[in-house]
């Protein structure tokens, strides 16, 4: 049965992290930054794990916590990325051997794309092996539409659907009810979400969330691991860069692969790797702690120091 998840627990009104939950992760983080920083060695490389392609900027919902959404006025939403560029990302992960998961969605609503579904496909038929999933708000998310995508080759759709009476919409009522005998039943979770929740400061650009006094004194996983692409083609730094500070590369311009392994990169990596988020302008007032709160949190940790040498 298709999973549908209350995810939060009402608290003074407003939706947080559970504060005992991120001291602890801070500290740990604080170590691990430490520990790294004292090892006095190089990076050898990092291994793209995860691709975010945003192949549309936009989204239409008005969440107070997200710098993206249609009440901030910031994104456009006739900026959609150009099927050749798309296919270019396509080639040239295949030609460096890509087989991690591809991610259809970052600070966007994905399905105001309506060439989702033949992206889909597109990535399943290069890349068989690779996990493809797609993160959603819900709002044009119907059974139909979701069949299409799974038959298009999706491994996996969650939806955040972020309505304050914390109740799903008619159209997602009936897709629960339409997914209770589908081979992709076990493959989509719903949770239910607040439109006000305070969630991470997204490089401070969260207009609901605290901004540090100063910059946290900690590494951070995902420059590491996770290649993020706008509508454009840009490669930017992470998911929290949601307006697009660091930019560190076209692939229209360059390959992947150069920019990856590129000066500018490797000079945020080791600022990283010392704790030195004041060196980077996307980094400098966030409050992400450089990793998830979860088993993958622990394992990119480890990943990074495994790759000391």
Partial sequence: MTKVINHYTKKK???SYNPLIRSSLYYFSRAITLFISLQKRNFSGPKIRKVFIETISFCNNDCSFCPASKKSGKKNPRDKMAT???????NQLH????SGTFALYCNNEPLLDPRIPDFVKRLREEFPSSKIEIVTSGFRLNAKLANKLFKSGLSELLVNYYDNSLRLSESLNDLVKDFENSPYHNNISIYLRLKDEVLSNRSGDAVNAKVPDKSLPLWCSLPFEQLYLNYAGDVILCCS????????GNINNNT??????NHQFSEIRKA???GRRDKIEACNR????????????FLSAMSVMSGLR
């Fill in 286 to 297: 966030c409050d992400f702690l450089g990793m998830k709160h979860n088993p993958k949190g």
């Fill in 84 to 90: 050749n560029t798309f296919e270019r990302i396509v």
């Fill in 241 to 248: 860069d949601v307006l697009w500070k660091v930019v560190l």
């Fill in 13 to 15: 009104g407003k939706i």
């Fill in 95 to 98: 030609s460096i051997h890509f």
């Fill in 256 to 261: 992947i692969k150069e920019i990856w392994y």
């Fill in 272 to 274: 990283l790797l010392k």
